[in-house]
């Protein structure tokens, strides 16, 4: 992706990487070119008109070396400034605002839950001043490990590395190949300040490997902070966070794409249209949720970007999914009424940001933010421990050139008799990011291993997660992602119980493509209106009429367990859920199959695998996803290879 006004890092050796005079940027290191075609994802060869809002800036600063000006100001001033800005700020630059607000309102005493409020509502957004005051207030209360470095040091070790003044050329750390550079409203003193701070940060920390998040917070930081020890001081406390369940800055490789692969999960979730019109558009969906940090924090204007960094040190990297969702939202949005035919998806959403002044206010983008419902800091943090879990296990911990680790269905490769592979990669991108990192590998056909459940049941067990895929004798196709194994079916003595968990879901691919999710995601509010059962082992699903005995109500926890209740993302062999029948996502016996309860079975499918029936049901609240008795034409059950 083109970078414009901004400068790339590359590594601190090689040839260096600069920007010609329309901002194209030019590759004169092989390096840097390995990174791009591989796991970074970055757009090749494209060339882009300069940002709206950045436009009249030029490049001041070589990005392969930090070159120190021979008579470096220092700023030492603990004070806040009278005009809340710093003196690294270009003031013509920095929008201006209306400072008539009471700029001393303390802010010392007031809660997190009063401050993220006011921080939401814009409280310190309209006085520079104010947010200046917020910011050091609000970092200094976070809790950090008890060696982060501090003012002091950074004002011993900048001393030592800077005090010769002969040596004006510093290489940048090695770990930021590839971030982005932000220069948003700074002077060229104050992009010498940001890479100071960021040599003096990798001199102090060799746990940091990867880190392209790092520049955005020292420049954002610098824009309010008096002196370079300062923002030093509070950038090493984001990175150094140790609050429960919530983190600031990834700073290795394996963390910052399970963060990636996170947004992918949840843009999956929260967004279904337009994750939709991203996986029939794009060829690895995966590379363009990759971008998301960059849509937030280089594509958005100033005032906009200031904004999501008010709430963000409020809140943490929670908050930046929730505004990235609802630009995916709007996003999708804005494509479907112009009634657009999206070719080139990343330049589409670039250009979407860069417009955005034309579809939401930055007041607006954070209502809609926080308007999604979202699980807790520590569901989020589950999902990417279990994110981070897939990366280790394929072998990806660091950046690997030329070697693209997230996998797609290969169009090329992939055969199947009910699906074309441009169906099946829709499908794919539906699963969670962690089994997705997985080419698909057929475990059972009808047209190869016969019509027997048994069958079946063989060639699945031992692979945990699957994908069923039908075809109806009337040509309509039909399926379900299923989490756990079949063998799960065995625990129950041979009798029918339910097993699997929220992260089951059916869907429809002809005549049209939809997916049904476990009904508890979508409409929380229903787990308070359900009447709950008693647990117990349910009867029999299967009657002459193929429909339940009693009544299938799902069970679900108790009211007060609701909001602790586990990520459907998660593995029930991670976690343990409330209750064992809280929801009915598998069943299977000898006389068939069942997929989704409550009112009916979402897929009914008989030992024979010639006959099916589909209904309504409360699992998962889907209409029937065929014709509702059905013949079975085909059948195919696919698997992941870890290979």
Known sequence: MLKVGLNYISPAVGPTTNLDTTGTRTRANSVMDDLEEGVLGATQGKISPKRPHLQGQTETTNPLILEIPPETETWVNDAISCTGISEFVDHNKIPKLDEQQDAHEPLIGKSTKELKKLAREGHWARSHVLRAQAYQHIIQDIPCRLMTPDAPVYRDVAGKLFENQSENFHPLPEFLAGSLMPEYCLTTEGVTAMKKILICIANMSPDITYCPLLPVVV???????????????????LLYCNASHTSYIDYSFLSHKASCMTFGDLANKHCPAAHRLLASSADNIFEVYSEWLVWLFDDLPFDYVIRIFDVYLLEGQKVLYRIALALLKQYQVSVSSKGLDVADVKGSLQAF????????????LLEKAF??????????????????????????????????FHLTVNTLNFTSAIVTAQEMRIVWSWIPERFSLFSPVLLFSTSEDGYSLKRLYSCCEGY????LLLKTTVGEVCGAFLSSDW????KSGGGSSFFGTGECFVFTVRPEMERYEWVFIKKPEQAKAMPRSPRQRSPSPFSPEGRTTTSNHLTVPKLDMIKYRLSPFLATRHFKLPSKTASMFMSGTREGIIIGGGGGQALFIDADLHHGRTEHCETFDNPPLCQENFQVQLLEVWGFQNS
């Open 353 to 364: 940001m860069w417009e955005i002044r034309e579809h939401m206010t930055a007041e607006k």
């Open 464 to 467: 945990e997660p699957t994908v």
């Open 371 to 404: 308007g999604i419902r979202l699980f807790s800091r520590k569901e989020i943090w589950l999902l990417q421990m279990a994110n981070r879990k897939a990366l280790v296990e394929k072998g990806v911990t660091m950046v690997q050139h030329r070697q693209s």
């Open 219 to 237: 420049a954002l930081l610098l824009h309010y902070n008096q002196e370079e020890a300062q923002c030093f001081e509070n950038t090493c406390r």
């Open 487 to 490: 063998s799960e079916r065995k």
